[in-house]
């Protein structure tokens, strides 16, 4: 676990831009959608009052931040695992981590360990500028901003889970880079990261709670901003706990299967 730590966090640190790029980016996906508010309406006390029609909250740009910081760190964990082994096949070193003495649990536990450090890091440090910048900052240092992150890193354990999912179809498929857009730009629309879940059509709401950033973002909101939770701060807890006992196991054994079936094949190594 420290042996994957060390490695990708030098390779990290080499690259600032990265760092930087990652902290800047939930302020990018928050004025985006504040700059079309503004076009259509004139003015963002129209924004805020047309908005608090759906949310029920006039603070539409600290509502999109918060979405969009909580969506940047979990998009993060997601793809990170897969990515990473997408990273070593590239390069060509991915047979040897497969033949090293080591279970899937510990590479995966090293780079959950890498993942989390650095996406909290810059998660935590980006909120704070952005917060800063736009005048949140009194929100963000409030008692509820430790609670909010509480139900944010319960719903990483499922994410960790689905990580090992899409490292198993890494394997499988060998470019999942088109496969990785097309799953992050649908995500972004059902998660409620712009707006609430609840302006989605109720199927599309079915699907929105299955995954487990739309409940983090939702939750994390209800708390800050004393909006509605997806169901009740109970129910919404019981689905993350249980998606934390599911994702997990359901990941692991796609991905010993896809391997071993990889493994067979010799087409570990093939990119």
């Given at each position: 676990m420290k042996a994957v730590f060390k490695a990708r966090y030098k390779i990290y640190v080499r690259y600032p831009g990265w760092a930087l790029l990652n902290?800047?980016?939930?302020?990018?996906?928050?004025?985006?959608?504040?700059?079309?508010?503004?076009?259509?309406?004139?003015?963002?006390?129209?924004?805020?009052?047309?908005?608090?029609?759906?949310?029920?909250t006039e603070d539409?740009?600290?509502?999109?931040?918060?979405?969009?910081?909580?969506?940047?760190?979990?998009?993060?964990?997601?793809?990170?695992?897969?990515m990473w082994l997408y990273e070593e096949m590239e390069i060509g070193t991915l047979?040897?981590?497969?033949?090293?003495p080591v279970h899937t649990i510990?590479?995966?536990?090293?780079?959950?360990?890498?993942?989390?450090?650095?996406?909290l890091i810059n998660s935590i440090g980006g909120v704070l500028i952005a917060s800063a910048l736009l005048g949140y900052l009194h929100i963000?240092?409030?008692?509820?901003?430790?609670?909010?992150?509480?139900?944010?890193?319960?719903?990483?354990?499922?994410?960790?889970?689905?990580?090992?999912?899409?490292?198993?179809?890494?394997?499988?498929?060998?470019?999942p880079w088109a496969f990785f857009n097309f799953l992050t730009a649908l995500l972004v629309y059902i998660s409620g990261v712009f707006y609430p879940l609840a302006v989605l059509p109720p199927s599309v709401r079915v699907i929105a709670i299955l995954f487990p950033a739309a409940i983090q973002i939702a939750d994390a909101r209800a708390i800050m901003l004393d909006v509605e939770y997806v169901f009740s701060p109970l129910?919404?807890?019981?689905?993350?706990?249980?998606?934390?006992?599911?994702?997990?196991?359901?990941?692991?054994?796609?991905?010993?299967?896809?391997?071993?079936?990889a493994r067979k094949r010799g087409s570990i190594g093939a990119y």
């Open positions: 902290i800047v980016f939930p302020l990018f996906l928050t004025v985006i959608p504040v700059f079309l508010a503004f076009g259509v309406t004139g003015s963002m006390e129209t924004t805020n009052l047309i908005f608090s029609r759906y949310a029920k539409f740009v600290f509502y999109v931040l918060l979405g969009s910081t909580v969506w940047s760190l979990s998009s993060m964990i997601m793809w990170d695992f897969g047979e040897q981590i497969f033949l090293a510990e590479l995966l536990l090293g780079s959950i360990l890498y993942t989390l450090v650095i996406s963000v240092l409030s008692p509820r901003f430790l609670l909010a992150l509480m139900i944010i890193l319960l719903g990483f354990i499922p994410l960790f889970g689905m990580s090992l999912f899409f490292g198993a179809i890494v394997l499988r498929i060998k470019e129910i919404d807890t019981l689905l993350l706990i249980s998606y934390a006992l599911v994702w997990p196991l359901f990941g692991l054994i796609m991905f010993e299967k896809i391997k071993y079936e």
